[in-house]
C-alpha cells in the first residue's frame, strides 16, 4: 500500500511559476512510476506528466517546455516544477504511482492516488 500527498498548489497570475510536491509513504517508492494528472470543472482527468523509475519523463503536448517533472528517491519524493502558467492550467492536479515496469498516459493503469492540489491561475 502507498499512500500519496501532494502539496504545493495555490493562486497564481498567468506566467507566475509553482511547484508540486508528492510524498510517497513506504519503503518501495523507487520501484513505481509516477504520474501527474490533473482535472478542470466539468473536464475529465487528463494525463500531465509521468516519470519512469529510472527518471525518464514524458509530457502532454500542451505543457512540454513549461513543465518539468522530477524525482528524489531518497526523499520519496516528486516534483512537478510548472513556469510560464496559463489560464487553462487551472485544474485540481494528482499525483498517482504506477507499479508497472513502464508508465503510461492513462489514469486507470495507475494503483495509487493521492488527494490532489488545487492550482489556479488567474488572467
Known amino acids: 500500500q502507498v499512500q500519496l500527498v501532494e502539496s504545493g498548489g495555490g493562486l497564481v497570475q498567468a506566467g507566475d511559476s509553482l511547484r508540486l510536491s508528492c510524498t510517497a509513504s513506504g519503503r518501495t517508492f523507487n520501484s513505481y512510476a509516477m504520474g501527474w494528472f490533473r482535472q478542470a470543472p466539468g473536464k475529465e482527468r487528463e494525463f500531465v506528466a509521468h516519470i519512469s523509475r529510472s527518471g525518464g519523463t514524458t509530457y502532454a503536448d500542451s505543457v512540454k517546455v513549461r513543465f518539468t517533472f522530477t524525482r528524489d528517491n531518497a526523499k520519496n519524493t516528486v516534483y512537478l516544477q510548472m513556469n510560464s502558467l496559463k489560464p487553462e492550467d487551472t485544474a485540481v492536479y494528482y499525483c498517482?504511482?504506477?507499479?508497472?515496469?513502464?508508465?503510461?498516459?492513462?489514469?486507470?493503469?495507475?494503483?495509487?492516488w493521492g488527494q490532489g492540489t488545487q492550482v489556479t491561475v488567474s488572467s
Open positions: 498517482a504511482a504506477d507499479r508497472a515496469l513502464f508508465p503510461t498516459m492513462n489514469p486507470g493503469d495507475y494503483d495509487y
